[in-house]
C-alpha cells in the first residue's frame, strides 16, 4: 500500500512538473480571443480577428526548468528572412556593436543566436538596419555603416558575414537599402536620404551599381513632417508594386509607414490617399521601418518596429502582423495590416 501511495505522489509530482513547464502549442501558453476594437491583451495587439495571444508571463525551460522568462525582442527596422524552413529575424541592436540574429519555427518564440555581423569583422561603426537575401548559393547583407552602405556575406543565414564593399552612390547620408529582385533577372537598390527615396540598378554582385541613382519619392503628404522619408520596402502583388516607406522622425509617437504604388518597378509612383497604414493607437507608438515575408504557409507578412513603451524610445521591440487587401474600383488594391503581436526570446535568469 505504502509503494502504491508513493508511486501516485511520484506520478502526481510528474504530472504537476510538466504542467509548469510544458506548454500547448508547440510548448507555449496560448489563448484566442475575438474582438472587434483594436486592443493590448497580456503585450499583444488585436484588431478585429482571432488572433493568437501570448500569455506574458514568467515560465520555465521545458526540459530544465531553469529560471526564465520571454521578453520582446529588441530590434528595429527589423527584416525577416525564411530559410529552411526556419525564420531568421536581423536588426538595428546596440548601433557600435554589430548585428544580432534570432531564430524561430513559428514566428512567436525566438532563440538567439549572436551577432551575425560584429563590430570586428568591419571598419567602422554606427550600424543600421540590415536585410538579408539567399543569392547565388551565398547569404547578402546590406546595411548601413555611418550613412554609407555596405555589403557583407556569409555561407550561412546565422553568420558570420564578412564585409565586402561599400556601395558607391556618390552621395552622403544614404540609408535603409533595400533590394528588389525583378523576373527578369534585373536586382533594382532602393534607399533613403533626407526627404527622399532613391532607386539604381544593381550588378549581380550586390555592391556596384549599374546606374546612376534616381530619386523617386519625397515627402508631400501631411501626415509625413520632420523632413524624414525613409525604410523603403517593395513588394509586388498582381501587376502593382508596391512601396512602404516610413515618415516622422523615429523618436516621435507619430513615427508610421505609408505605401506608394506603380505599375512598373522604374515607373512613376502614387502615394495611397489612405495614408498612414501604420501609426501609433493606445497602446504602440513609433511604429514603422517595415520590411515584408511569406510565412511557411504562404501567408504575406509585415515587420516593424515600435517604442519600448509610451514614455520610453529605446530598446524598440518587434512587431509582426498580417497584410490583407481590399478591392477598389479604378485604384490599386488598399494595403490594410491586421492581427499585430510581438514575438519574444527567452531569456535566462
Given at each position: 500500500m505504502r509503494k502504491f501511495i508513493l508511486n501516485i505522489i511520484v506520478l502526481f509530482s510528474f504530472v504537476s512538473f510538466n504542467s509548469a513547464c510544458?506548454?500547448?502549442d508547440d510548448d507555449f501558453i496560448y489563448d484566442t480571443v475575438n474582438t472587434k476594437d483594436t486592443t493590448i491583451i497580456n503585450d499583444t495587439i488585436i484588431n478585429g480577428t482571432d488572433t493568437i495571444i501570448v500569455k506574458d508571463t514568467i515560465i520555465k525551460n521545458d526540459t530544465t526548468c531553469h529560471n526564465g522568462y520571454y521578453s520582446n525582442i529588441p530590434i528595429a527596422d527589423p527584416f525577416i528572412l525564411l530559410y529552411n524552413n526556419s525564420y531568421y529575424a536581423y536588426g538595428t541592436g546596440p548601433a557600435n556593436s554589430g548585428f544580432y540574429v534570432y531564430k524561430s519555427n513559428?514566428?512567436?518564440?525566438?532563440e538567439k543566436l549572436g551577432y551575425a555581423l560584429k563590430k570586428e569583422n568591419v571598419n567602422d561603426n554606427n550600424f543600421w538596419a540590415p536585410e538579408v537575401y539567399y543569392f547565388q548559393n551565398k547569404f547578402f547583407m546590406l546595411y548601413v555603416q555611418n550613412y554609407s552602405i555596405y555589403t557583407a556575406v556569409s555561407n550561412y543565414p546565422e553568420g558570420p558575414f564578412v564585409e565586402i564593399g561599400k556601395v558607391n552612390t556618390s552621395q552622403d547620408k544614404c540609408i535603409d537599402p533595400t533590394l528588389y529582385f525583378d523576373n527578369n533577372g534585373r536586382i533594382y537598390?532602393?534607399?533613403?536620404?533626407?526627404g527622399i527615396i532613391y532607386r539604381a540598378e544593381m550588378n549581380n554582385n550586390l555592391y556596384t551599381l549599374a546606374n546612376k541613382p534616381q530619386p523617386i519619392l519625397r515627402q508631400s503628404q501631411t501626415w509625413e513632417s520632420y523632413a524624414v522619408i525613409e525604410g523603403p520596402f517593395i513588394i509586388k502583388k498582381d501587376s502593382t508594386f508596391y512601396l512602404t516607406y516610413s515618415s516622422n522622425s523615429y523618436t516621435s509617437h507619430n513615427y508610421g509607414v505609408g505605401v506608394a504604388t506603380s505599375n512598373a518597378i522604374s515607373g512613376n509612383w502614387e502615394k495611397a490617399n489612405y495614408n498612414p497604414i501604420i501609426q501609433k493607437n493606445d497602446t504602440l507608438v513609433g511604429m514603422g521601418h517595415n520590411s515584408f515575408f511569406y510565412d511557411k504557409k504562404g501567408k504575406l507578412r509585415i515587420a516593424f518596429h515600435a517604442h519600448a513603451s509610451i514614455e520610453d524610445v529605446q530598446p524598440r521591440k518587434l512587431c509582426i502582423g498580417n497584410v490583407q487587401f481590399e478591392k477598389q474600383d479604378g485604384l490599386p488594391d488598399k494595403m490594410l495590416i491586421d492581427s499585430i503581436?510581438?514575438?519574444k526570446y527567452y531569456v535566462k535568469q
Open positions: 510544458t506548454h500547448e513559428d514566428l512567436k518564440f525566438w537598390l532602393f534607399y533613403s536620404r533626407p503581436f510581438l514575438p
